[in-house]
């Protein structure tokens, strides 16, 4: 059974929380993608948990678009070796 669902589902929770932005959720065959924009202001401890939350995806980074920055994090739908 796999577990990419959940985890996104809970990384997602845990973006959404700590940026007060709603996530956005792509899926593919290989992976499932979440999405959020950062606000414009991170204190340390919101920033921490960001990075902490990011860790536990399997790829994760920030882009800087013209309307903000964004942080995303994949979570594989199979293990990799």
Known sequence: MSVALPHAVALAS????????????????????????????????????????????DRYGHDRTENGDVVWAEIYREETE
């Open 14 to 57: 845990l973006l959404s929380a700590a940026t007060s932005s709603d996530p956005r959720i792509t899926e593919t065959a290989d992976a499932i993608r979440i999405e959020v924009d950062l606000p414009a202001d991170l204190s340390a401890a919101t920033r921490s948990a960001i990075l902490r939350t990011l860790s536990t995806a």
